[in-house]
């Protein structure tokens, strides 16, 4: 009677999700709770039967869990390792921010609108002591570029980039992605035709013209015959693969495969082993030489004559395009391969700024008094050139929290040591490694703490922690023991041998194919010859996989379109999901009802024998932790 009135007394309880609606034990369990799972794992309709039935499955999922942690499943080595693996795989996705993420992405959108031909003049800076010598040399030649001089001349002269001799500085059409973001602001920030103002990175001086712009060239699918020559090559192997790349496009235009020629001729490492094919690219990611060659082709399947790079010679076919401007779905599908983008770029930097700042306020982050940043400052370069340090600030010294974790200065030393020095070997600035400092154990804090700063994160793992205890229970309890107990498994058959009775049916062999026209051709020849079909099938090597098996007549798909007689097909079925196909092929029928044999039965065996043990468990569990619903 008591399980008859528990789903009664519960729905009335379903009009407040705050509410608590059951306890297990000393559980308590919120509609809130409930309606989530239920609308989460419910594929029909909402209705109350639906609601009834998921009930029964809920509180039976809770119960496992229940047991589970109480006999210490959560707590061993490796169900913890396990989880913390899991962590690890979601983790990511938690840690941008989406509406930053979205943001960005319609940045780079908007600005991949268009394509800027972009000039640059880079002054590096070797070391911190060359920092005033190289900005000097910047003013000089943004001074000489102010005053009329022609930008490609500065820059053959004034430029530490090597091939700013050969090309005056341009480096061709770039757009979002192009280049640091830092200097991509800096870009799209300058006019058409203007000088952009002297900029510093942590590389040196940059100085960019904006030459021109025009509308979005896009992305492009390519393949490339490449022979590759270096920078100090012989003319007369230049010479030699001149000829050679003349002849490959000769043989080109004759209808050779640019796929096989590409496989035999083409050096280039990362396409020639799938036939020549590079990754799809906008503008601004490789040569602009090869880029212009590129997106010239007029048309899928245009092939241009050789020409040369500073990387070797190439034959490229357009195989094709995909315009900027996209609308709807396509779009959509853009700002998606845009977001991916963004998470794996420098764009999240800005993001990640803001949000470390806000996670140290929440931390109880406190930032270092003036004078003691000074102390901190002159005890690190002490101990950065290998002097003896003051005893103004001891080593175990706690210069910040967060969430109650120490940071001390012997903390700080060991990062700075490890991080000391920037990409041209310099030392950074101290408040430039403090700050980079900050961010990193900002970070890795809330990474480590993230249940504490993400409720959707916390559920998640919630979630996972739940479902691993759930499936571990089930290995113990049931799944493995009822397969694993012949005898048990052998008297449930006798006891249950009426459930196991071969209706009509028939043994047939099934076929599986990558494409419907493989599975056509194929059927089309075991119907002239059934016999034979497994050397026919065998025929199509690895492109077919087989099976033979006896089936119900109902479980055969299509065999409501067929007769009820051996070697008849049935019609290909196609999945719309990948394009595989299959169809099978009718051996034996046989007609009347048959008892199963308990190794034919025995995979249903034990699924029911499961099901069993199953109900019996839970029926246990429900007296050793009561279920108490809310009482209306």
């Known amino acids: 009677m008591r399980h008859l009135l528990l789903p009664a007394l519960l729905f009335t309880a379903l009009q407040g999700s705050t509410q608590t609606l059951l306890t297990i034990g000393n559980d308590s369990i919120s509609v809130a709770e409930f309606n989530e799972a ?71 959108n908007q600005r991949g609108q268009k394509d800027l031909q972009v000039a640059h003049i880079f002054i590096a800076t070797a070391n911190a002591a060359d920092t005033a010598a190289a900005y000097v040399k910047a003013r000089e030649a943004y001074t000489r570029l102010q005053s009329g001089a022609a930008f490609d001349k500065v820059a053959a002269q004034y430029s530490d980039d090597p091939s700013a001799k050969s090309n005056g500085g341009n480096l061709g059409y770039i757009t979002a992605f192009s280049l640091p973001y830092e200097l991509e602001n800096l870009v799209y920030a300058t006019p058409v035709g203007r000088l952009s103002a002297v900029y510093r990175s942590k590389a040196g001086y940059h100085i960019f013209k904006i030459v021109g712009e025009r509308k979005a060239a896009g992305r492009i699918k390519a393949a490339q015959v490449m022979l590759a020559f270096p920078p100090d090559a012989p003319d007369a192997e230049k010479a030699r693969l001149k000829q050679q790349a003349d002849s490959i496009y000769k043989a080109l235009q004759k209808g050779a495969s ?24 906008g503008v601004g990611q490789y ?63 800005s993001s990640l700024a803001q949000q470390a700042a806000q996670i140290r306020q929440r931390a109880g982050y406190q930032p270092l008094p003036a004078n003691l940043q ?67 154990q900002t970070l890795e804090h809330y990474q480590q703490h993230l249940e504490d700063y993400n409720p959707a994160f916390k559920k998640q793992m919630r979630e996972l922690e739940e479902g691993n205890l759930f499936f571990e229970i089930m290995q113990q309890e049931v799944w493995t023991p009822a397969q694993n107990d012949t005898a048990a498994l052998q008297q449930f058959y006798q006891s249950h041998k009426a459930n196991y009775v071969w209706q009509r049916s028939a043994d047939v062999a099934l076929f599986f194919a990558p494409d419907k026209t493989t599975a056509e051709k194929l059927a089309a020849q075991i119907k002239q010859a059934p016999a034979r079909w497994r050397s026919l099938a065998s025929k199509l090597g690895a492109d077919i996989s087989t099976d033979s098996t006896r089936m119900e007549w109902s479980s055969i798909t299509g065999s409501n379109k067929i007769t009820f007689t051996p070697n008849q097909l049935t019609p290909i079925e196609t999945n719309p999901a990948d394009g595989t196909a299959s169809f099978a092929l009718i051996l034996k029928t046989y007609s009347q009802p048959l008892q199963r044999s308990f190794e034919e039965a025995k995979g249903n065996v034990i699924n029911d024998y499961q099901a069993e043990k199953e109900k019996q468990w839970v029926e246990t569990l429900k007296q050793k932790y009561k279920v108490k619903p809310l009482s209306p």
Do not use: C
């Not at 229940?66 to 840690?95: H, W």
């Not at 005893?391 to 700075?416: C, H, I, K």
């Open 374 to 440: 000074k102390a901190l400052e002159v005890r690190t370069r002490q101990e950065l050139n290998g002097q003896v340090p003051a005893e103004a600030l001891s080593s175990d010294m706690v210069l910040f929290s967060l969430g109650g974790q120490p940071y001390t200065v012997a903390n700080w030393l060991q990062f700075a040591q490890n991080n000391r020095a920037e990409g041209n070997g310099s030392d950074q600035p101290f408040e430039q490694l403090w700050n980079e400092y900050l961010q990193t």
């Open 258 to 281: 640019f796929e096989a020629l590409a496989e035999r001729y083409s050096n280039d490492a990362n396409s020639a082993g799938a036939g020549g094919l590079l990754p799809e690219f």
């Open 38 to 108: 239920f609308r989460k794992n419910n594929t029909g309709k909402e209705t109350a039967e639906a609601r009834s039935k998921y009930l029964e499955l809920f509180i039976a999922a809770k119960l496992k869990v229940k047991e589970a942690r109480s006999r210490g499943i959560d707590t061993t080595a490796q169900f913890r390792t396990d989880l913390e693996a899991l962590r690890a795989q979601v983790l990511p996705a938690y840690l941008a921010d989406p509406q930053k993420v979205q943001q960005l992405a319609e940045e780079a």
């Open 287 to 349: 040569d602009p030489v090869f880029e212009q060659a590129v997106f010239a082709l007029a048309k899928d399947g245009a092939v241009a004559p050789p020409f040369v790079t500073g990387h070797g010679i190439h034959i490229v076919k357009r195989i094709a395009r995909q315009p900027a401007v996209l609308s709807g779905s396509e779009k959509e599908a853009e700002l998606e391969r845009l977001r991916a983008l963004v998470k794996q770029s420098d764009r999240m930097q």
